[in-house]
């Protein structure tokens, strides 16, 4: 099952390394008046939720923090900000309009890099951490193997290359090479915009990239659930979707189980509470399908006028309540 969404991930989390220069476009998957997103870090968090529940514990953030893995994941989110922060210093949390109601903060509470992180204290004299006083990891004590003796940006980016891209040496994050054994790659920019999604060809020195943008409500069926994108045909049985050798990717919405259950007549029913609209988004690369349709010989070529035709035809999608069973 994780296998099968694997280069999705990857895909995703390359495109934020190399496209995403701005905190707040990076950090929330949330789509309001301030906030016009197609892919974030968040979004990657909840997908990985999903994805690794399996239709337990993860899936839900109910639940999540009793399994183990919860830790795992959560320290390779940190990792990939701290990495995220190393190309692009000068962005940090910006003052915004808290979208929920929480314990200590109230809906529209306008907060920024220096409002207290509740109840987490900095020390004996009870004063709480804010983002702004936890901008470094090392403040806490620790670091990652990357970013480990004031490391040059150029190593940290030859070292994302590596990881996640198509190693191009030190001078700049590259962009995946689509077309084997073709070289395409180009060093990312920061007035790349978010659907500027990487094709085969260059045009006048711009690559065209396919993407899937997803935009839905959080709370739409009152649990945590899973968006799967196909390019081709796939067997209609939701079981069989996870392993679908056509799975372009999974998408998953991480939400809390919504309304309490009660027993009415004798049967258990789960009653709804008011949660607020908030649409959230993620993205599903479509590039490194292309690819392998090319080479199938399913697909002519990757030029815009083909894939548009073929996009058109075979480009599907479901949702279901239970992720990856």
Excluded at 182 to 207: K, L, S
Excluded at 302 to 314: A, F, I, T
Aim: aromatic fraction near 12%.
């Amino acid at each position: 099952m994780f296998d099968n969404n694997r280069v999705s991930f990857q895909d995703r989390l390359y495109n934020l390394f190399t496209n995403y220069n701005n905190y707040t476009r990076f950090a929330t998957e949330a789509w309001t008046h301030e906030i016009a997103n197609a892919d974030s870090l968040e979004s990657l968090h909840d997908a990985i939720h999903s994805i690794v529940g399996s239709n337990g514990h993860m899936t839900y953030l109910d639940y999540s923090a009793y399994d183990p893995s919860f830790f795992l994941h959560h320290a390779m989110v940190d990792r990939i900000f701290a990495l995220w922060q190393k190309l692009y210093p000068n962005s940090y949390v910006e003052p915004m309009l808290a979208i929920e109601q929480t314990y200590t903060i109230r809906a529209e509470d306008r907060k920024d890099g220096n409002s207290p992180l509740q109840p987490f204290f900095s020390g004996m004299d009870r004063k709480y951490w804010s983002a702004n006083k936890l901008r470094s990891t090392e403040t806490l004590g620790y670091t990652y193997p990357e970013l480990a003796n004031n490391p040059s940006l150029s190593s940290v980016k030859a070292a994302i290359n590596k990881l996640y891209g198509s190693s191009a040496g030190s001078g700049g994050l590259a962009k995946r090479t689509v077309i084997p054994p073709v070289d395409r790659r180009a060093p990312a920019t920061d007035t790349a915009e978010t659907g500027d999604i990487v094709a085969e060809e260059v045009v006048d020195g711009r690559y065209r990239q396919y993407m899937a943008n997803i935009l839905v409500q959080k709370f739409a069926l009152n649990s945590s659930f899973a968006i799967y994108v196909f390019m081709g045909d796939f067997d209609d049985s939701p079981e069989a979707w996870a392993l679908s050798p056509n799975l372009v990717g999974t998408h998953a919405v991480f939400a809390g189980i919504t309304g309490a259950v009660a027993t009415v007549n004798g049967a258990k029913v789960r009653m709804q509470q008011k949660k607020p609209v908030i649409q959230v988004t993620g993205t599903m690369p479509l590039a490194s399908m292309l690819v392998k349709k090319v080479e199938a010989g399913e697909l002519e070529d990757m030029s815009p006028d083909v894939v548009e035709d073929y996009l058109e035809k075979h480009l599907k999608w479901r949702i279901s309540l239970v992720c990856c069973s």
